[in-house]
């Protein structure tokens, strides 16, 4: 049985991750199907528009992603320490970027006049919002959904692209390499991701 997402993700441990994320139905996401001779290369495309555009709002950054004809390989950062710098204000604009929020998030953007509650009930709802923004789930979620909508709109069905449990690899390797393992390698043997 798999293990849930909370007990495979420790940023205590690394703030770096492997993720794969597999298609379903048989479903490309790029390349050129060779029974039919359909090309879906455009939707790599879609693909790193839209993991560029969450690299923006997240507080998650790009190591590395590979776009392959039925899978998709990204190596996470999980920047912690960012959200931490984060205003009310930004959470909210870099919420908004991807979704529409509540009524009272909105008015709170729009500097519109709100009492001590609703600001309580912003202040409360930035929060969540804040820990969604450095949640691995909540990237890979707002990374499948939209494309499978577009894919499916092209491929004229309905249901999921992607597999909903992606698989998780904590990279330790990563970690020690970035707390300042020698440049050269020489104590390390060739490592694989």
Avoid at 6 to 13: C, F, N, R, T
Avoid at 47 to 63: G, M, V
Avoid at 126 to 131: D, L, M, P, V
Wanted: charged share 20%; aromatic share 8%; with cysteine.
């Amino acid at each position: 049985m798999p293990k849930p997402r909370s007990q495979q993700i420790s940023l205590v441990d690394t703030p770096y991750y492997h993720i794969c994320s597999r298609t379903v139905r048989k479903a490309f996401l790029c390349g050129v199907d060779k029974e039919t001779g359909v090309s879906f290369e455009h939707r790599r495309r879609w693909i790193e528009q839209r993991i560029f555009q969450l690299s923006q709002a997240f507080a998650i950054d790009i190591c590395a992603h590979a776009v392959m004809h039925n899978h998709l390989h990204i190596v996470l950062h999980v920047d912690s320490e960012q959200v931490k710098k984060w205003s009310t204000g930004e959470v909210l604009e870099r919420w908004h970027q991807l979704f529409k929020g509540t009524l009272l998030t909105q008015q709170y953007t729009h500097k519109q006049p709100l009492d001590k509650f609703q600001l309580a009930m912003v202040e409360s709802t930035a929060e969540i919002y804040k820990q969604r923004l450095m949640s691995i789930s909540w990237f890979m979620r707002s990374l499948n959904e939209p494309i499978a909508r577009q894919a499916n709109r092209e491929d004229k069905c309905t249901g999921h692209l992607s597999d909903k449990r992606a698989a998780f690899l904590l990279l330790a390797l990563l970690r020690t390499v970035h707390a300042g393992f020698p440049a050269h390698g020489s104590s390390l043997s060739k490592p694989s991701l």
